[in-house]
């Protein structure tokens, strides 16, 4: 090193080391177990998708039934999963930026075993069936839990949450940093978006109305999508991309536009999901209009991400986690175009209750963009947290290449010709409707072969990262990179 | 962009649309007025009262707990929004000789009585939300056929011989495939019970053979969830005010 090391550099470091001591085993815990839930989820998923082409595979034991499976399917994948890494990401993200190390990381631990106890029981409840002691799986999309998980999920989430809260009260230095705002943004997101589907939706589902509350299900889903899993994501990339390339973030402007764009927009979207159904039609073109004009957020951010990286081409293809964030900006653009194009009122005839119209966008979205994030955070994350580099290239390289292909399949048989070939036939009333169901056969294997890529990909991923959370990883002062190079600095 | 500027944008770019799709629908579709029949226009007087028959929120609750809704949608979707009226039998009964066009698209009071519509996720399976109305349809003609035969007239046809709607929707949640060989549905096969037949053997015990004396009943469950789905009939008369039939009787 060439330059002096100030002492301000050295006091850095070692803040951010204890940062990164303090937090530890929960981030870890929530990243390992939610890796876990993932590859749980994606073996449902892919028997699920079996049964939807060979409804005899796996016999006919109505634990595998597909009503069942496809229910703790999304289930794990979006309570086990996608909320756990979004808990990793934001307690670690968060006391970085406020500068603040945790003081409460047992309190989190502890309380994560419960998010986690109650996943298990939900999952289980769902797989056992109408009649099960604990009760059934509800059959409502993303709630698909027995009606006493919400409440339980909900008091973790603040246990959670509220110390990341307190740390930007308390946070160093003043300025507030773009993924500051879209964490602040998603924790107030989430318990707003929680509470109000499960309160409209299942307590007091007696006093509303059935109709509506099918339209506000329909809500629920879009706003967790939008509202939570897209701000995380988002706020790991604006963090992810400036740190890895070396860079300040293109255009603060950009980023603010983005920002405030997807706060207005994104929670009237939704009810298109629900378009004809006896509700104000108002709502369901609502929901329409919003879903098409998600493009302006997603487009402000992504151009504000890439144009940051751009140049950079040998950091995308070195850093696993700048390569596995720009594979979810790309996941993000195409959400945002596919979820417009699904929306559009003349397009959703066809989408609406085709395969894939709303089960592969909201793959597309899950996996193609806030999963890739995820990953990106994860593989940027844990070596700082467990002082240790990632055991093996081989490995990382597997699970984004697996995964890329995996959900570009998926998202091409579910979500584009799954929709319009399948709403086609259904729409088409002068053909059968048997017709509808033979073109069907195509895309569903189609799904099953995607899922099982990407299932093998984060079997390895969850074993991966069990064995860094172990220490097993490399002591190792230099990052793990994707190609082979000669180091130009001899390691002793 | 200082951070209170920032929590004030926020509370009010959600509460906004919180107010306006969801908070106040919802307090608005609590206690929708019941339309009522117009004498000049509907050439009767009363309220608008449909018929619900069947377990119908006890069976909505298992419809979803097995995961039904994922494959099949119970909506007739006005014609800004599909093709569902033209569908044969999906919205409806189109054209019978003897009971006319009873198509309609679905209204509110289709789903009195659950707490949740299963509007559906795809189409997968056929739309449900007139199976009572089919099932009803092919056992009158069923019945005419089994008459025909025995060359007698329908209302002497004895009951055994009659079609046997409860025992025929039982029989596709055991095991869908025994009517249609191609059909991705899944078999229910844990809601039903096996037993040994004494004497004459259980009445609603399915047409199946089974090993060694046995019988399969359908279990409370199937039941409940037959009734359920016999009860969807989701066609017929509605008054004017909310009747979009481009037949619709104009006013005399």
């Given at each position: 090193m060439?330059?002096?090391?100030?002492?301000?550099q050295?006091?850095?470091?070692?803040?951010?080391?204890q940062?990164d001591?303090?937090?530890?085993?929960?981030?870890?815990?929530?990243?390992?177990?939610?890796?876990?839930?993932?590859?749980v989820?994606l073996?449902?998923?892919v028997i699920a998708s079996?049964?939807?082409?060979?409804?005899?595979?796996?016999?006919?034991?109505s634990?595998?039934?597909?009503?069942?499976v496809?229910?703790?399917?999304?289930a794990?994948?979006?309570?086990?999963?996608?909320?756990q890494?979004?808990?990793?990401?934001?307690?670690?993200?968060?006391?970085?930026l406020?500068?603040?190390?945790?003081?409460?990381?047992?309190?989190i631990?502890?309380?994560?075993?419960?998010?986690?106890?109650a996943?298990?029981?939900?999952t289980?409840?769902?797989?056992?069936?109408?009649?099960?002691?604990?009760g059934?799986?509800?059959?409502?999309?993303?709630?698909?839990?027995?009606?006493?998980?919400?409440?339980?999920?909900l008091?973790?989430?603040?246990?959670?949450?509220?110390?990341s809260?307190?740390?930007?009260?308390?946070?160093r230095?003043?300025?507030?940093?773009i993924?500051?705002?879209y964490?602040?943004?998603?924790?107030?997101?989430?318990?707003?978006?929680f509470?109000?589907?499960?309160?409209?939706?299942?307590?007091f589902?007696?006093?509303?109305?059935?109709?509506?509350a099918?339209?506000?299900?329909?809500?629920?889903?879009?706003?967790?999508?939008f509202?939570?899993f897209?701000?995380v994501?988002?706020?790991?990339?604006?963090?992810?991309?400036?740190?890895?390339?070396?860079?300040?973030v293109?255009?603060?402007?950009?980023?603010l536009?983005?920002?405030?764009?997807?706060?207005?927009?994104g929670?009237w979207?939704?009810?298109?999901?629900?378009?004809?159904a006896?509700?104000?039609s108002?709502?369901?073109?609502?929901?329409a209009?919003?879903?098409?004009l998600?493009?302006i957020?997603?487009?402000?951010?992504?151009?504000n991400?890439?144009?940051?990286a751009?140049?950079?081409?040998?950091?995308?293809?070195h850093?696993p986690?700048?390569?596995?964030t720009?594979a979810?900006?790309?996941?993000?653009?195409?959400t945002?175009?596919?979820?417009?194009l699904l929306?559009?009122?003349?397009?959703?005839?066809?989408?609406?209750f085709?395969f894939?119209?709303?089960?592969?966008?909201?793959?597309?979205?899950?996996?193609?963009f806030?999963?890739?994030?995820m990953?990106?955070?994860?593989?940027?994350?844990?070596?700082?947290?467990?002082?240790?580099?990632?055991i093996?290239?081989g490995?990382?390289?597997?699970?984004?290449?697996?995964s890329?292909?995996?959900?570009?399949?998926i998202?091409?048989?579910?979500?584009?010709?799954?929709?319009?070939m399948?709403?086609y036939?259904l729409?088409?009333?002068?053909?059968?409707?048997?017709?509808?169901?033979?073109?069907?056969?195509?895309?569903?294997?189609?799904v099953?072969t995607?899922?099982?890529?990407?299932?093998?990909?984060?079997v390895?991923?969850?074993?991966?990262?069990?064995?860094m959370?172990?220490?097993?990883g490399?002591?190792?002062?230099?990052?793990?990179?994707?190609?082979?190079?000669t180091?130009?600095i001899p390691?002793? | 962009?200082?951070?209170?500027?920032?929590?004030?944008?926020?509370?009010?770019?959600f509460?906004?649309?919180?107010?306006?799709?969801?908070?106040?629908?919802?307090a608005t579709?609590?206690?929708?007025?019941i339309p009522?029949?117009?004498?000049?226009?509907?050439?009767?007087?009363?309220a608008?009262?449909?018929?619900?028959?069947g377990h119908?929120?006890?069976?909505?609750?298992?419809?979803?707990?097995?995961?039904?809704?994922?494959?099949?949608?119970q909506?007739?979707?006005?014609?800004?929004?599909?093709?569902?009226?033209?569908?044969p039998?999906?919205?409806g009964?189109?054209?019978?000789?003897?009971?006319?066009?009873?198509?309609?698209?679905?209204?509110?009071?289709?789903?009195?009585?659950?707490?949740?519509?299963?509007?559906g996720?795809?189409?997968?399976?056929?739309?449900?939300?007139?199976?009572g109305?089919r099932?009803?349809?092919?056992a009158?003609?069923?019945?005419?056929?089994?008459?025909?035969e025995?060359?007698?007239?329908?209302?002497?046809?004895?009951?055994?011989?009659?079609?046997?709607?409860?025992?025929s929707?039982?029989?596709?949640?055991?095991?869908?495939?025994i009517?249609?060989?191609s059909s991705?549905?899944?078999?229910?096969?844990?809601?039903?019970?096996?037993k040994k037949?004494?004497?004459?053997?259980?009445?609603?015990a399915?047409?199946?053979e089974s090993?060694?004396g046995q019988?399969?009943?359908?279990?409370?469950?199937v039941?409940?969830?037959t009734?359920?789905?016999?009860?969807l009939?989701?066609?017929g008369?509605?008054?004017?005010?909310?009747?979009?039939?481009?037949?619709?009787?104009?006013?005399?």
């Amino acid at each position: 090193m060439a330059s002096e090391i100030t002492s301000q550099q050295v006091e850095d470091n070692v803040l951010r080391s204890q940062i990164d001591r303090s937090l530890r085993h929960p981030v870890m815990f929530f990243f390992t177990s939610g890796a876990a839930w993932l590859a749980v989820s994606l073996i449902l998923g892919v028997i699920a998708s079996a049964k939807s082409h060979s409804p005899g595979f796996l016999g006919e034991c109505s634990f595998f039934n597909y009503g069942r499976v496809f229910q703790a399917h999304m289930a794990t994948f979006i309570y086990g999963w996608g909320a756990q890494a979004a808990f990793g990401v934001i307690i670690w993200l968060m006391a970085r930026l406020s500068r603040q190390e945790s003081k409460k990381s047992g309190i989190i631990l502890a309380i994560g075993h419960f998010w986690n106890f109650a996943i298990s029981l939900g999952t289980l409840c769902i797989l056992m069936g109408p009649g099960f002691i604990l009760g059934s799986g509800t059959g409502k999309a993303w709630m698909y839990f027995p009606d006493w998980v919400w409440p339980v999920l909900l008091v973790c989430y603040f246990g959670i949450g509220i110390w990341s809260v307190i740390a930007f009260r308390v946070r160093r230095g003043g300025h507030v940093y773009i993924s500051q705002w879209y964490l602040m943004a998603a924790l107030f997101w989430f318990p707003w978006v929680f509470l109000t589907g499960n309160i409209f939706i299942n307590t007091f589902a007696d006093a509303g109305n059935g109709v509506m509350a099918a339209g506000i299900n329909a809500w629920f889903r879009s706003a967790m999508l939008f509202l939570f899993f897209t701000p995380v994501a988002i706020a790991s990339a604006y963090y992810i991309t400036p740190k890895v390339t070396g860079r300040p973030v293109y255009s603060y402007k950009l980023a603010l536009l983005g920002f405030w764009s997807l706060a207005v927009i994104g929670p009237w979207a939704g009810m298109q999901k629900v378009m004809g159904a006896p509700i104000p039609s108002f709502l369901q073109f609502a929901g329409a209009g919003a879903a098409v004009l998600f493009i302006i957020p997603a487009l402000c951010v992504a151009v504000n991400i890439l144009k940051t990286a751009t140049g950079k081409t040998s950091a995308v293809a070195h850093s696993p986690s700048l390569r596995f964030t720009m594979a979810g900006i790309i996941g993000l653009i195409a959400t945002a175009v596919v979820g417009g194009l699904l929306a559009l009122p003349g397009a959703l005839r066809y989408t609406q209750f085709a395969f894939g119209g709303t089960y592969g966008y909201e793959i597309l979205a899950l996996y193609g963009f806030f999963s890739m994030s995820m990953f990106g955070a994860i593989y940027f994350i844990v070596p700082r947290v467990t002082n240790r580099e990632w055991i093996s290239v081989g490995l990382i390289r597997q699970h984004f290449w697996l995964s890329l292909y995996g959900v570009v399949f998926i998202g091409l048989f579910c979500c584009i010709l799954g929709a319009f070939m399948h709403g086609y036939a259904l729409e088409t009333f002068t053909v059968p409707a048997e017709s509808a169901q033979d073109r069907l056969y195509a895309y569903t294997v189609g799904v099953t072969t995607g899922w099982v890529f990407v299932a093998v990909a984060n079997v390895f991923f969850c074993l991966h990262l069990l064995l860094m959370w172990l220490r097993l990883g490399r002591r190792s002062s230099h990052p793990t990179l994707l190609q082979h190079h000669t180091p130009t600095i001899p390691v002793a | 962009m200082t951070v209170k500027t920032f929590f004030i944008g926020l509370i009010a770019s959600f509460a906004l649309p919180w107010l306006a799709v969801v908070a106040v629908p919802y307090a608005t579709m609590r206690a929708v007025e019941i339309p009522q029949f117009d004498l000049s226009k509907d050439g009767k007087e009363g309220a608008y009262t449909p018929v619900k028959s069947g377990h119908v929120t006890f069976g909505s609750t298992i419809y979803g707990a097995e995961g039904c809704a994922q494959c099949h949608s119970q909506l007739a979707r006005p014609t800004y929004a599909g093709n569902d009226l033209g569908r044969p039998d999906l919205a409806g009964i189109a054209k019978d000789p003897d009971i006319g066009d009873t198509r309609r698209e679905s209204n509110l009071w289709d789903y009195a009585g659950e707490p949740f519509a299963w509007i559906g996720e795809t189409r997968m399976g056929p739309d449900l939300g007139n199976f009572g109305r089919r099932m009803e349809i092919l056992a009158l003609k069923e019945n005419k056929v089994r008459a025909e035969e025995l060359g007698i007239k329908v209302v002497d046809l004895p009951q055994a011989e009659k079609f046997n709607i409860v025992t025929s929707v039982n029989l596709h949640l055991y095991d869908p495939r025994i009517g249609n060989y191609s059909s991705i549905c899944q078999s229910n096969k844990s809601l039903f019970e096996t037993k040994k037949v004494y004497g004459q053997g259980a009445v609603n015990a399915l047409p199946i053979e089974s090993n060694d004396g046995q019988q399969i009943i359908p279990g409370e469950k199937v039941l409940t969830l037959t009734s359920y789905l016999l009860g969807l009939k989701r066609d017929g008369e509605v008054p004017s005010s909310i009747n979009y039939s481009r037949n619709k009787k104009s006013s005399k």
